[in-house]
T-cell receptor
Framework: GENVEQHPSTLSVQEGDSAVIKCTYSDSASNYFPWYKQELGKRPQLIIDIRSNVGEKKDQRIAVTLNKTAKHFSLHITETQPEDSAVYFCAATAGGTSYGKLTFGQGTILTVHP | GAVVSQHPSRVICKSGTSVKIECRSLDFQATTMFWYRQFPKQSLMLMAT?????????EQGVEKDKFLINHASLTLSTLTVTSAHPEDSSFYIC?????????????FGPGTRLTVT
């Protein structure tokens, strides 16, 4: 099955700095890679996603890059703000008969200091 | 659009009792629903995938006789934790998609905090 590794586990930055979170996956058949933000006790919220036919996607301060050859993808947050502080999860979806089930990374606790 | 609700949001039960958690898609029909479990400071772990009208597919290591999943309609799936024990205390989250498939966005419910005493 799919295995997703996420690094770092914690990330502390100053307001205005950039933050980068990296994930690797094992299943070369995976072709959909969403990123979620989860605040304490709340549901995961989709912040951006990328499909395997695209190398990069950007949405305002958030961008995701995908390297299918190396099987890794990254989340980039620019101009970080204190409200960006949360736990971020990457995930991967394999094809076939999986019905789109997600395998999540271990999570990154992002703290943005004002 | 794409709202998923869960009920109850919190439940405390005694060891040995059963607890039912409901997951509803409020404004769309969910062919596929997923159930996750999240322990404190850990990631979401998929427990099972359910498709309307068919038996759920459980992930390896998840006891299907302990975690009963029913997806009887396109808007409702239920998870019953039978004979709950303290180690079952966790945050249970469901998600739903309009039709199962790769790249189809899953919409998450708000989660249910289960505490077994």
């Amino acid at each position: 099955g799919e295995n997703v590794e996420q690094h770092p586990s914690t990330l502390s930055v100053q307001e205005g700095d950039s933050a980068v979170i990296k994930c690797t996956y094992s299943d070369s058949a995976s072709n959909y890679f969403p990123w979620y933000k989860q605040e304490l006790g709340k549901r995961p919220q989709l912040i951006i996603d990328i499909r395997s036919n695209v190398g990069e996607k950007k949405d305002q301060r958030i961008a995701v890059t995908l390297n299918k050859t190396a099987k890794h993808f990254s989340l980039h947050i620019t101009e970080t703000q204190p409200e960006d502080s949360a736990v971020y999860f990457c995930a991967a979806t394999a094809g076939g008969t999986s019905y789109g089930k997600l395998t999540f990374g271990q999570g990154t606790i992002l703290t943005v200091h004002p | 659009g794409a709202v998923v609700s869960q009920h109850p949001s919190r439940v405390i039960c005694k060891s040995g009792t059963s607890v039912k958690i409901e997951c509803r898609s409020l404004d769309f029909q969910a062919t596929t629903m997923f159930w996750y479990r999240q322990f404190p400071k850990q990631s979401l772990m998929l427990m099972a995938t359910s498709n309307e009208g068919s038996k759920a597919t459980y992930e390896q290591g998840v006891e299907k006789d302990k975690f009963l999943i029913n997806h009887a309609s396109l808007t409702l799936s239920t998870l019953t934790v039978t004979s709950a024990h303290p180690e079952d205390s966790s945050f249970y989250i469901c998600s739903a998609s309009e039709h199962g498939g790769v790249g189809i966005e899953q919409y998450f419910g708000p989660g249910t905090r289960l505490t077994v005493t």
